[in-house]
């Protein structure tokens, strides 16, 4: 199970930043890739981010590259996304999901992943 816990506030302003993280009950995420996707309103869902299993290799969405960082924790079993300039169009509800890996990347395709949070509310506006 992946609990999603979100540090910044319900609403946020334009330019604002919040964090989130992602913790794992029940498992190790040390043999786990972990991604973050989004879905905004009437939006398909979207990869953000991802990190391997090791934290040597990160990729984000161009819309979020230098805005966004993703990182691992694994002796508190914990991958934490950081955001950062955020923009109204960041307004989505953001998940995040891990699959057993021995690659040394990750990829942000939503069908490669099966463990999944339970999605959290990030509102974007003035």
């Known amino acids: 199970q992946l609990v999603l816990v979100k540090s910044g506030g319900d609403l946020v302003q334009p330019g604002g930043s919040l964090r989130l993280s992602c913790a794992a009950s029940g498992f190790s995420l040390d043999y786990y890739a972990i991604g973050w996707f989004r879905q905004g309103p009437g939006k398909e869902r979207e990869g953000v981010s991802c990190v391997s299993r090791s934290g040597g290799y990160t990729n984000y969405a161009d819309s979020v590259k230098g805005r966004f960082t993703i990182s691992r924790d694994n002796a508190k079993n914990t991958v934490n996304l950081q955001l950062d300039s955020l923009k109204p169009e960041d307004t989505a509800v953001y998940y995040c999901?891990?699959?057993?890996?021995?690659?040394?990347?990750?990829?942000?395709?939503?069908?490669?992943?099966?463990?999944w949070g339970q999605g959290t509310q990030v509102t974007v506006s003035s």
């Open positions: 999901a891990a699959t057993y890996s021995v690659e040394p990347k990750c990829v942000m395709g939503a069908s490669d992943y099966n463990v």
